[in-house]
């Protein structure tokens, strides 16, 4: 086993077994107890299967099988580069069985340099990916780039995954405390950091999910996040506790969304409020009077409208408001008895995994008055065991009483129920993805004409929040727009507000006040015009 610098610490493990937030189970060991016992109920589905649990462990051994003879052994890391696959999960739980650290995280938006940059950082073992994923495959020779990485020994594809189990002796991995999930997340810099995992980590979250909202093996789940997604993750922390039916984000060709949560039957559908108001409007659009057999959907990754919230409470669907992190994963939830006014308003007050205060904005050491607005902080048994091969950024994301800063302000109500005031990120989230400002500024800053740029965020009813680039500098939008394409800025990061001024608010220090550009666009004293990027076409061959 090779080692992992962690948070891990004996005596705060201790207490989280004592209290039943953390067990001996793992991953695997948990999905092999519902094919002992249930070995014919329907386990996982996507749009092109779906496995009942004794087939999920057969293809999931065999998956460990071939990586345990291929030298990929506990303490190795395998990363994920596929779409919302049952593949997806078969390799995650294989990577369970035999210790090994996934990384599941790289999404379908990354570039194919991107990925190999994540890839060294981790030294993976092994890629899993499938044919033309990505942003940019079809016009880079990936193959060839990953030939120069030594580290790496196997890519798998999703077509041809191993199916034949060739080990019949072996034991599983039985700690459920060693790293076994990474997932790259970062801040307003845009520099990745990678959150580190283990089973009981993960799992005392969805343990409280799953107690407080009666989850069950007759519920069936469906994810509308995409398995790059921490949300995802989420799910399948559930899954495998209650034993339900898991059906991810992957409809059927022609397929809508609505219609595959209607097809499957979905009871429990997670998402972010953007997934929600997509969904909500087809339903309209359709004069349906009931989105299928759901009685409970989940939303998080940004602030929930109060019009969408309401629209579900309306046809008996409970709506689950949610605040959480990558670091600490959905701990902050409401309750299906709440009041109408807490599901709608707040992220309720979570469970026993994970414990929240506020904290003085100016001062993370000191705990803020109550009932004032502050900068939320946590720690619990639900938290991360810090970040990867980062011990610089672990150090500084807690304060001198062992909690989690996250960044975001809020404050409690009378009942302790949490409310999200605003973000001290600098991060755009636009519909649950989130984009780094830096990364659009350092491209536009590349071109010749400009000489300052900010990225900053306007509101938007359906996504939340759109990205408006505002430059000094005489440069068109559709030129603007060409030279961060052609910078390697992904289509999904493009601004779609853009202007020109003749100077930017700026604080004594000389940085530049975004949050001002903000509310200058709110109060109409700057006016940015609305852009579209239009991805050049390669010439067919």
Same mark, same amino acid.
Not at 260 to 266: F, L, M, Q, S
Not at 362 to 390: C, F, K, Q, V
Not at 461 to 470: D, H, N, P, Q, Y
């Given at each position: 086993?090779?080692?992992?610098l962690?948070?891990h610490d004996p005596?705060?493990?201790?207490?989280?077994?004592?209290?039943?937030?953390w067990?001996?189970?793992t991953?695997?060991?948990?999905?092999?107890?519902?094919?002992?016992?249930?070995?014919?109920?329907?386990a996982?589905?996507?749009?092109r299967a779906?496995?009942?649990?004794?087939?999920?462990?057969a293809r999931?051994?065999a998956?460990?099988d071939?990586?345990?003879?291929r030298g990929?052994?506990?303490?190795?890391?395998?990363?994920?580069w596929?779409?919302?696959?049952?593949?997806?999960?078969?390799?995650?739980?294989?990577?369970?069985r035999?210790?090994?650290a996934?990384?599941?995280?790289l999404?379908?938006t990354y570039?194919?340099?991107?990925?190999?940059?994540?890839?060294r950082e981790l030294?993976?073992?092994?890629?899993?990916?499938?044919?033309?994923w990505?942003?940019?495959r079809?016009?880079?020779?990936f193959?060839?780039?990953?030939?120069?990485?030594?580290?790496?020994?196997?890519?798998?594809?999703a077509?041809?995954?191993?199916?034949?189990?060739?080990?019949?002796?072996?034991?599983p991995?039985a700690?459920?405390?060693?790293?076994?999930y990474?997932?790259?997340?970062?801040?307003?810099t845009g520099?990745p950091?990678c959150?580190?995992?283990?089973?009981?980590?993960l799992?005392?979250?969805?343990?409280d999910?799953v107690?407080a909202?009666?989850?069950g093996?007759?519920?069936?789940m469906?994810?509308?996040?995409?398995?790059?997604?921490?949300?995802a993750?989420v799910a399948v *922390?559930?899954?495998?506790v209650?034993?339900?039916?898991l059906?991810?984000?992957?409809?059927?060709?022609?397929m809508?969304?609505?219609?595959?949560?209607?097809e499957? *039957?979905?009871?429990?559908?997670m998402?972010?409020p953007?997934h929600?108001?997509?969904?909500l409007?087809?339903q309209?659009?359709?004069?349906?009077?009931r989105?299928?057999?759901?009685?409970?959907?989940?939303?998080?990754g940004?602030p929930?409208?109060e019009?969408v919230?309401?629209?579900?409470?309306?046809?008996g669907?409970?709506?689950?408001?949610?605040?959480?992190?990558?670091?600490?994963s959905s701990?902050?939830?409401?309750?299906?008895d709440?009041?109408?006014?807490?599901?709608?308003?707040?992220?309720?007050?979570?469970?026993p995994?994970?414990?929240?205060k506020?904290?003085d904005?100016?001062?993370?050491?000191?705990?803020?008055?109550?009932?004032?607005?502050g900068?939320?902080?946590?720690?619990?048994a639900?938290?991360?065991?810090?970040?990867?091969?980062?011990q610089?950024?672990?150090?500084n994301?807690?304060n001198r009483?062992?909690?989690?800063?996250?960044?975001?302000?809020?404050?409690f109500?009378?009942?302790?129920?949490?409310?999200?005031?605003?973000r001290?990120?600098?991060?755009?989230?636009?519909g649950?993805h989130?984009?780094?400002p830096?990364?659009?500024e350092?491209?536009a800053?590349?071109?010749?004409?400009v000489s300052?740029?900010?990225?900053?965020?306007?509101?938007?009813?359906?996504l939340?929040?759109?990205?408006?680039?505002?430059?000094?500098?005489?440069v068109?939008?559709?030129?603007?727009?060409a030279?961060?394409?052609?910078?390697?800025l992904?289509?999904?990061?493009?601004?779609?507000?853009?202007?020109?001024?003749?100077?930017?608010p700026?604080t004594p220090?000389?940085k530049?006040?975004?949050?001002?550009?903000?509310e200058m666009a709110?109060?109409g004293e700057?006016?940015?015009?609305?852009?579209r990027?239009?991805?050049?076409?390669e010439p067919?061959?």
């Amino acid at each position: 086993m090779r080692p992992f610098l962690t948070l891990h610490d004996p005596a705060a493990a201790r207490s989280f077994y004592a209290k039943g937030l953390w067990t001996e189970d793992t991953f695997y060991t948990l999905m092999a107890r519902h094919a002992l016992k249930h070995p014919d109920a329907m386990a996982l589905r996507d749009g092109r299967a779906r496995l009942d649990w004794q087939t999920l462990k057969a293809r999931v051994d065999a998956m460990a099988d071939d990586l345990y003879e291929r030298g990929i052994t506990a303490g190795d890391r395998v990363s994920i580069w596929m779409g919302n696959r049952v593949e997806t999960i078969i390799a995650f739980l294989a990577c369970s069985r035999e210790g090994i650290a996934c990384n599941p995280s790289l999404h379908r938006t990354y570039t194919c340099a991107e990925i190999v940059d994540l890839l060294r950082e981790l030294q993976s073992k092994a890629l899993i990916t499938e044919h033309d994923w990505g942003t940019d495959r079809k016009s880079n020779d990936f193959d060839a780039m990953l030939a120069d990485l030594p580290f790496l020994t196997k890519v798998y594809k999703a077509d041809t995954f191993p199916m034949h189990i060739t080990q019949l002796t072996r034991e599983p991995h039985a700690n459920p405390n060693s790293i076994a999930y990474l997932a790259f997340t970062s801040g307003t810099t845009g520099k990745p950091k990678c959150v580190m995992h283990s089973c009981n980590t993960l799992l005392a979250n969805a343990r409280d999910l799953v107690a407080a909202w009666k989850i069950g093996p007759e519920t069936t789940m469906l994810t509308l996040s995409p398995l790059s997604h921490h949300i995802a993750w989420v799910a399948v *922390g559930q899954w495998l506790v209650s034993g339900c039916e898991l059906v991810t984000d992957d409809p059927p060709k022609d397929m809508s969304r609505l219609d595959w949560i209607v097809e499957t *039957g979905a009871v429990y559908v997670m998402g972010v409020p953007t997934h929600a108001m997509d969904i909500l409007a087809e339903q309209r659009q359709r004069g349906l009077k009931r989105l299928g057999d759901v009685r409970i959907f989940y939303m998080a990754g940004s602030p929930i409208p109060e019009v969408v919230a309401k629209a579900f409470v309306d046809q008996g669907i409970t709506p689950q408001n949610i605040y959480g992190m990558t670091e600490s994963s959905s701990h902050q939830y409401t309750h299906p008895d709440d009041p109408e006014n807490i599901w709608i308003s707040t992220c309720g007050r979570g469970g026993p995994g994970y414990e929240v205060k506020i904290w003085d904005r100016d001062n993370r050491d000191e705990e803020a008055a109550a009932g004032t607005t502050g900068e939320i902080g946590g720690r619990g048994a639900a938290l991360m065991l810090g970040y990867y091969a980062n011990q610089s950024a672990t150090e500084n994301t807690f304060n001198r009483h062992g909690y989690m800063m996250s960044g975001d302000l809020g404050s409690f109500d009378a009942g302790g129920n949490l409310r999200i005031e605003g973000r001290v990120k600098d991060l755009i989230i636009r519909g649950g993805h989130n984009i780094y400002p830096s990364q659009i500024e350092a491209r536009a800053l590349t071109h010749p004409a400009v000489s300052k740029a900010a990225a900053f965020p306007v509101p938007d009813e359906r996504l939340g929040e759109k990205v408006c680039l505002a430059i000094i500098g005489k440069v068109t939008a559709e030129d603007m727009l060409a030279h961060l394409g052609r910078e390697g800025l992904s289509k999904f990061d493009m601004p779609e507000w853009y202007l020109t001024l003749d100077e930017l608010p700026l604080t004594p220090s000389g940085k530049i006040l975004k949050r001002e550009l903000t509310e200058m666009a709110k109060r109409g004293e700057i006016k940015p015009a609305m852009v579209r990027y239009a991805e050049k076409k390669e010439p067919a061959s």
